[in-house]
């Protein structure tokens, strides 16, 4: 069976951030694949949102022998377990998210699902932990480095290592 390369950003904004982070890793560890590599934590304000409190953010790499519409149902699974609600077109609080960054180097583009992330580099929150783990890849689409992404990112917004 072949092994996928996957890129993860897990991250919350509500309840006991790190212990959310925590279960999360160890959904994913358990139902989706063996982590490669693990960045720090980061603190970040809330992205497109007012008045909202902090988020935590983290970026995992798995090896998975999910495909990426699998994998999505897995992580479809762990936000409802955290009672999180889609509004198209709205950011909203959440105890979780997960977004797929990258799977291998490939591009999708479905209706329910487009890799790489389609605003991976507009975010500073998801390029600062990318760039601690994974600074030399190359986004298949932009053809930067991450390093290169963050550089020059216009979000100005405060991502501290915690």
């Known amino acids: 069976m072949s092994t996928n390369n996957v890129v993860l950003c897990i991250g919350g904004n509500l309840g006991d951030r790190l212990e959310n982070l925590e279960e999360t890793r160890d959904f994913i560890e358990f139902n989706m694949g063996d982590f490669i590599a693990v960045s720090g934590i980061y603190e ?96 298949p689409v932009l053809h930067k480095s991450i390093a290169e992404l963050l550089k020059s990112c216009e979000d100005t917004s405060s991502v501290k290592r915690i």
């Open 44 to 139: 970040s304000p809330a992205w497109g949102m007012e008045a909202a409190p902090d988020f935590l953010n983290q970026v995992v790499e798995i090896s998975t022998t999910l495909n990426y519409l699998q994998l999505l149902a897995e992580i479809k699974e762990i936000e409802e377990f955290y009672g999180r609600k889609r509004t198209p077109g709205k950011y909203t609080s959440r105890e979780m998210d997960v977004d797929i960054l990258f799977f291998n180097d490939e591009i999708v583009e479905t209706e329910k699902l487009t890799i790489p992330h389609p605003r991976l580099h507009e975010r500073r929150f998801v390029l600062a932990p990318l760039a601690e783990m994974l600074p030399d890849k190359i986004h």
